[in-house]
């Protein structure tokens, strides 16, 4: 379906919404949706928040944070973050960046919690009481736990899919398979829809199998300005200039003007920077085949 409908559809007010994607792969896209159809109350959850939750921040769309890191990677702070922590309006839950992969993990697995060795000697606990422990029945050790996390959609951009949802990725990864498999309902936004023998001849590069997936929508460079291996190439100008853009309330509008709620779809984001794709598009460099004939 198109990320209009799939938005509509099963984005709601108040939801607990993922948008996984670590450094790769992040789905601007539908962070952009998202706005535009100006969905409020949401709970975002990711371990490491960049640009585009700064952007739904901005925009009004959430009331809380869940995560382990957040800034503008290689650059600075989200000031639009920032601007919303330090005036009261939005909610922070903090962990380490494997507490969240273990939040992840549990949600996944249908536990109530994950038990881990961290925490010891920080303050963490204190500022986020749903960080506990308990005692090992099998070595008496005091573990922390955190709870599972189940969210109500999560987001997944990728390279390729079939029409089932059989999505393909390759490059870096973060905690995608984990958050997808931990959520309620599933969004696979991809660069390209390929014919299910495709997925079949190259079986292991599945990380979201279709029987997961809600929904997928098809959305070129969908993952723009952060990158799609083997398709385009990181945006590093956009994430320098985002500096100054969310320093600025009035520069941060504007941008949220024109380059969101002025746009109808990622397509015609696309066309608003005509040079973007020959500067970005990504190279020739292909893998040697992989025999799994018997």
Same mark, same amino acid.
């Given at each position: 379906?198109?990320?209009?409908?799939?938005?509509?559809?099963?984005?709601?007010?108040?939801?607990?919404?993922?948008?996984?994607?670590?450094?790769?792969?992040?789905?601007?896209? %539908?962070?952009?949706?998202?706005?535009?159809?100006?969905?409020?109350?949401?709970?975002?959850?990711?371990?490491?928040? &960049?640009?585009?939750?700064?952007?739904?921040? %901005?925009?009004?769309?959430?009331?809380?944070?869940?995560?382990?890191?957040?800034?503008?990677?290689?650059?600075?702070?989200?000031?639009?973050?920032?601007?919303?922590?330090?005036?009261?309006?939005?909610? @922070?839950?903090?962990?380490?960046?494997?507490?969240?992969?273990?939040?992840?993990?549990?949600?996944?697995?249908?536990?109530?919690?994950?038990?881990?060795?961290?925490?010891?000697?920080?303050? @963490?606990?204190?500022?986020?009481?749903?960080?506990?422990?308990?005692?090992?029945?099998?070595?008496?050790?005091?573990?922390a736990?955190?709870?599972? @996390?189940?969210?109500?959609v999560?987001?997944?951009?990728?390279?390729?899919a079939d029409?089932?949802?059989? %999505?393909?990725?390759?490059?870096?990864?973060?905690?995608?398979?984990?958050?997808?498999? %931990?959520?309620?309902?599933?969004?696979?936004?991809?660069?390209?829809?390929?014919?299910?023998?495709?997925?079949?001849?190259?079986?292991?590069?599945?990380?979201?199998?279709?029987?997961?997936?809600?929904?997928?929508?098809?959305?070129?460079?969908?993952?723009?300005?952060?990158?799609?291996?083997?398709?385009?190439?990181?945006?590093?100008?956009?994430?320098?200039g985002?500096?100054?853009?969310?320093? &600025?309330?009035?520069?941060?509008?504007?941008?949220?003007?024109?380059?969101?709620?002025?746009?109808?779809?990622?397509?015609?984001?696309?066309?608003?920077?005509?040079?973007?794709?020959?500067? @970005?598009?990504?190279?020739?460099?292909?893998?040697?085949?992989?025999?799994?004939?018997?």
């Amino acid at each position: 379906m198109s990320l209009e409908d799939a938005v509509a559809r099963h984005v709601h007010d108040g939801d607990v919404v993922v948008i996984e994607g670590f450094t790769h792969l992040i789905s601007f896209a %539908a962070g952009h949706e998202i706005i535009r159809q100006r969905r409020r109350e949401l709970t975002l959850c990711r371990l490491t928040p &960049d640009l585009i939750y700064d952007q739904m921040i %901005a925009a009004g769309c959430a009331k809380k944070l869940v995560f382990s890191w957040a800034g503008n990677p290689g650059v600075g702070s989200l000031h639009a973050f920032r601007r919303a922590v330090e005036g009261g309006t939005l909610e @922070l839950e903090e962990y380490s960046h494997f507490g969240m992969v273990a939040r992840f993990s549990a949600g996944a697995a249908r536990l109530p919690f994950w038990t881990l060795r961290d925490y010891a000697g920080t303050d @963490l606990p204190k500022a986020n009481p749903r960080i506990k422990s308990v005692t090992c029945p099998y070595t008496g050790e005091a573990l922390a736990t955190v709870p599972a @996390l189940n969210p109500d959609v999560t987001i997944i951009h990728a390279q390729r899919a079939d029409a089932q949802g059989n %999505a393909q990725i390759w490059g870096l990864l973060g905690v995608q398979k984990e958050a997808a498999f %931990a959520s309620t309902r599933v969004i696979v936004v991809i660069e390209e829809l390929v014919d299910e023998r495709v997925i079949r001849s190259d079986p292991n590069r599945t990380l979201i199998p279709a029987a997961i997936v809600t929904a997928v929508v098809v959305e070129p460079w969908g993952a723009h300005p952060s990158y799609a291996q083997g398709y385009y190439d990181r945006d590093n100008d956009f994430y320098v200039g985002w500096e100054k853009i969310s320093r &600025d309330k009035g520069e941060l509008a504007h941008y949220l003007d024109e380059c969101v709620y002025g746009v109808k779809s990622r397509a015609e984001y696309m066309q608003q920077q005509p040079r973007l794709m020959e500067r @970005l598009k990504a190279g020739e460099q292909r893998c040697v085949g992989v025999n799994y004939g018997f």
